[in-house]
């Protein structure tokens, strides 16, 4: 074993940096460029909307890290609760066992949960809750009387994480391509991204849907607005729309609430947006307000009670965490501090300061499209490159140096801040986001 980090602040960071460059494999990183750069930040502290450094520096936490932190960090309810579960019970196995968090928790999300879902399945991460959700359509269908129905719809673009099944249903070309040759069939769709691009994206969605009736398992969709691919939103009309042919020609609509629920786009689910009732819903990041590993997916009656009556037909599926009691007793308490603290109706005047803020950006000859909803705001800059592109990076490093943390997404610059995060905090966040997006993009 090597040495445990001590010594003096300075040398401990940098034995910090050193063993990270030596050891670490950074998610979505090129590790040569990595190494090069001078000075990572080193993260040591968050509390509430602020990340703090080594050295004690602090930074807004632009997107509530990765999306997460839908209460900011730290929230002392979800500490004490976390603390509470330590003592009593970590860890035990869900297969063959009950337990009091997840029982509470699983009645706790039916209960804010679209109408009809009434059964969920607890794993680890978004891409677990995705995986999850279409073996069971593939299943559902196999031992139900459908078995040649194994495709999916999914929408251009589309984001649904990183396991091998899941990533056939993306379409972020880079996190796809390596593994093109290996995946599940997808048919994918263009979602209307412009009011003139509806009457053509509908039919689509309707050719992709009735011409492949027979072999489809289910239609795939981050609901209104697909996170990954740059904060793109679409009209939920579309979401109706997608539900009526799931309807009508009896496929299942399995919504990805991993990025859009727990209040992300104001209503607890974006597909409340388009008051749809999906067959199955996945969430995860702000499912335990950014504090542990764990998702989950949400089914039906229908979908339910396809697997049962024979033991050949149980869902032989499982993660060595599902459940997991410290998990589960943090998600509880996160229902409980939306409900207590008004979570969802506090976001209403914050989300009306971040769309004017990306609405004056939009005036800014460098930035080609802004858009905003809920506690999302995004812009364009000009220029090629997709999620490879380097100007969203200018702005970072300028807001580093301000006391922001803006990680953006190639040429898009964005901010999802925790939904509680307090109005001096959001103003100081959105002053040096516009601070640093007109250095880069004139005006
Ligand atoms: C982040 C995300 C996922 C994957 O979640 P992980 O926890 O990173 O595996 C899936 N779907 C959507 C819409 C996401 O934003």
Known sequence: ???????????????????????????????????????????????????????????????????????????????????????????????????????????????????GLEHVFFSDNGSTAVEVAIKLCLQYWAQNGRP???????????????????TALGGVEVFRKPFEGVLLERIQVPPPREPRDHDRAFEALERAVTENVDTLAGVVLEPVVQGAAGMRSYDPAYLRHARDLCDRYDVFLVCDEVFTGYGRTGPMWASDHAAVLPDLVCTAKGFTGG??????????????????????RAFY???????NPLGAAVALEVLRIYEDEQILQGTRARAERIAATFRELGQLPGVVHTRALGMIGALDLAGEGGYLADAGWRVYDLALER?????????????????????????????ILVECVRAVAGG
């Open 317 to 323: 599926y499982g993660h060595t965490f599902c459940g």
């Open 148 to 166: 040649e129905r194994k495709r999916f719809v999914s929408l251009e673009e589309a984001f649904h994480g990183e396991t091998l099944g899941v």
């Open 1 to 115: 074993m090597g040495d445990p980090v001590s010594g003096n602040e300075s040398s401990v960071r940098e034995r910090i940096i050193a063993l990270d460059k030596q050891r670490v494999w950074h998610p979505y990183t090129e590790m040569h460029a990595w190494r090069e750069r001078a000075e990572p930040l080193v993260i040591a502290e968050a509390r509430g909307s602020r990340l703090i450094d080594f050295d004690g520096r602090e930074y807004l936490d632009g997107n509530a890290s990765w999306w997460t932190c839908t209460l900011g960090h730290g929230h002392p309810r979800l500490v004490a609760a976390l603390q509470r579960q330590a003592e009593t019970l970590c860890h035990t196995a869900l297969a063959g066992i009950a337990h009091q968090n997840a029982s509470e928790l699983a009645e706790a999300l039916c209960a804010v949960a679209p109408g």
């Open 403 to 431: 006391g922001a943390y803006l990680r953006p997404m190639g040429n898009v610059v964005y901010v999802t801040p925790s939904l509680n995060i307090p109005d001096d905090d959001l103003d100081q966040l959105l002053a």
């Open 291 to 312: 504090m542990l590993p764990m998702a989950a997916t949400l089914t039906t009656e229908r979908i339910f009670e396809g697997f049962t009556g024979d033991a050949n």
